[in-house]
């Protein structure tokens, strides 16, 4: 055996822990062994770096992800589009990179849409195109501009618009068109990030292609970081079609509720050229938690379906570069169902898990009536347990300071979800949940507001290999945490603290792998 056989060898065995069962029918099972972070059923790259969701898209019956990859190693860099097709938003196939960096340019983020009438022209056999609208980045002098591709091959491959850029207004920092179609003014429009000076700009056209400038919106909310990534939608009030407000999600790279980046929200109303904020220009989360960001929702999703589905990028530009996995790097959040729900604060984004996860689950376990008075409680005997779950838990809070749940227990590591009774507040604790030094900021409780009602509180909440996500209430308050445990950590808990609480009801489901299936090209 030449050296290079041995050093392959002996890294597989170190990335095995040991090479006794890598031979023959058991070699080939262990050699499939995913790394302990790798999620179960979060969305990743196989293998490099994965940022961004791009270019979410239905149609004939798929769902498309595009999303920013580095083909060149597992840290930022390189930008090409990822591509990955599902037909339930759950069980994912991998395909050939869509948008590939060439001639000096990186594909940075931006968006897809179905060109149903064929207003660009680049349809073919009376079967309407799929046009991505993405920004260009040239490296030799960053400078960024907003550019088309298409398909007429349900999106297996893309054309560059020969006329690109479409949008050039000589930046280095405007970046990321988000583009719909306006049917009361029979027109496309895109929202577009101007980074720096922390706004965004509204720009429509006729065909994708000759681009008209419209307005301007910004400057206030949380202005810490640079703007980017804005979505812009329609969403009804308590489900009443007769009371809309339009949606604009901006993500900001620094200075959100955990002091990283993290995405805000505006509510106000839309007239086809101009956004106008309603009420407080205070800054509203999409999500209180460190790791949710570079938000963006389907394109295209059929009006009997209605729903306004989003995804996520899992991470946080504080320390994409330094979580602790291999070899990949960066995952997507679970999708979620937004809408509008009027709370004690005020109209506020509602976000739920998408039923298709269901889908994913085993046999459940239902635990009821427990009483806990300043005390947490193992449930392993109880059956609940897991590395990979849903919980939905509901508290009657009585005389505790705090109530909640203990995942990923092990040894001496642990996160807590869990409600603060006295400050309103829904909460995640990774301080102790595993790996944390590889950032100083990386080990700390996040915080969103919670009102508890009636003196019961609802938490929905999913953990995987490497992340908790939970929906608070009503979903009116989400925190998406990454966390790392060093071990199997598996073990569940309840607990309060303070006083005297009830878990009235608790029920679990282990939840399958997603069984992503590997890319078919690269």
């Known amino acids: 055996m030449n050296r290079a056989a041995m050093y392959l060898l ?61 083909p060149e190693g597992s840290t930022w860099g390189h930008m090409n589009w990822g591509h990955a097709v599902s037909r339930d938003l759950v069980r994912w196939e991998h395909l050939p990179v869509a948008l590939r960096e060439e001639d000096g340019w990186m594909m940075f983020s931006g968006s897809v849409v179905v060109d149903w009438q064929n207003t660009s022209g680049f349809g073919k056999d009376g079967e309407p195109p799929m046009v991505a609208l993405y920004t260009g980045h040239r490296t030799r002098d960053n400078r960024q501009v907003q550019a088309v591709a298409y398909s007429t091959d349900r999106g297996r491959t893309w054309t560059k618009y020969g006329g690109n850029p479409v949008i050039d207004i000589g930046s280095t920092d405007f970046r990321d068109p988000k583009v719909f179609w306006y049917e009361p003014g029979q027109t496309w429009v895109m929202v577009v990030a101007l980074s720096q000076e922390r706004k965004v700009r509204f720009y429509s056209s006729p065909d994708l292609k000759q681009w008209t400038y419209l307005s301007d919106f910004g400057q206030l909310g949380s202005v810490w970081g640079v703007w980017e990534c804005p979505d812009l939608f329609p969403l009804a009030v308590d489900g ?7 949606v604009l999600e901006v993500d900001v790279s620094g200075g959100g509720p955990t002091g990283g980046s993290a995405g805000q929200y505006f509510l ?91 889908s994913l689950r085993g046999t459940p376990v239902r635990v009821e009536g427990l009483e806990l008075e300043s005390r947490s409680v193992p449930l392993a ?103 790392f445990p060093t071990g199997v950590n598996d073990g569940v808990s309840v607990y309060a603290r303070g006083g005297r609480a009830r878990l009235v009801s608790l029920e679990a489901w282990p939840l399958s792998g997603a069984g992503i299936q590997a890319p078919s090209g690269n």
């Open 268 to 358: 106000g109303r839309f007239d086809g050229t101009t956004f106008t904020l309603d009420g407080s220009a205070e800054p509203r989360w999409v999500d209180y938690g460190a790791d949710f960001y570079a938000s963006l929702s389907w394109s295209d999703i059929p009006r009997d379906d209605g729903r306004r589905v989003m995804l996520g990028w899992m991470n946080n530009q504080w320390y994409a570069n330094a979580i602790p996995t291999s070899p990949f790097r960066g995952s997507m959040s679970i999708p979620r169902v937004l809408g509008l729900g009027s709370t004690p604060g005020g109209i506020r984004l509602v976000q739920q898990p998408a039923a298709e996860l269901q």
């Open 10 to 70: 002996a890294t597989l065995c170190l990335l095995l822990s040991g090479c006794d069962s890598a031979t023959g029918s058991d070699g080939l099972r262990a050699l499939a062994v995913e790394p302990d972070y790798r999620p179960q059923y979060h969305f990743t790259a196989p293998t490099n770096w994965l940022n961004d969701p791009n270019g979410l898209v239905y149609y004939q019956g798929e769902y498309h992800l595009f999303y920013q990859y580095n």
């Open 240 to 246: 009443d079609p007769q009371n809309v407000r339009w």
């Open 381 to 483: 005997e109880r059956g609940v347990a897991g590395r990979a779950m849903e919980i939905i838990a509901e508290f009657e809070v009585g005389t505790a300071t705090e109530v909640g749940l203990q995942v990923r227990q092990g040894g001496n590591e642990e996160t807590l979800v869990g409600v603060n009774v006295a400050g309103s507040q829904l909460f995640v604790d990774r301080t102790r949940s595993g790996s944390t030094g590889f950032h100083p900021g990386f080990a700390a409780r996040h915080a969103g507001p919670l009102t508890v009602r009636d003196g019961r509180v609802r938490l929905h909440v999913f953990v995987d290999w490497s992340s908790v996500e939970v929906f608070g209430g009503e979903g009116e308050t989400v925190l998406t945490d990454q966390i």
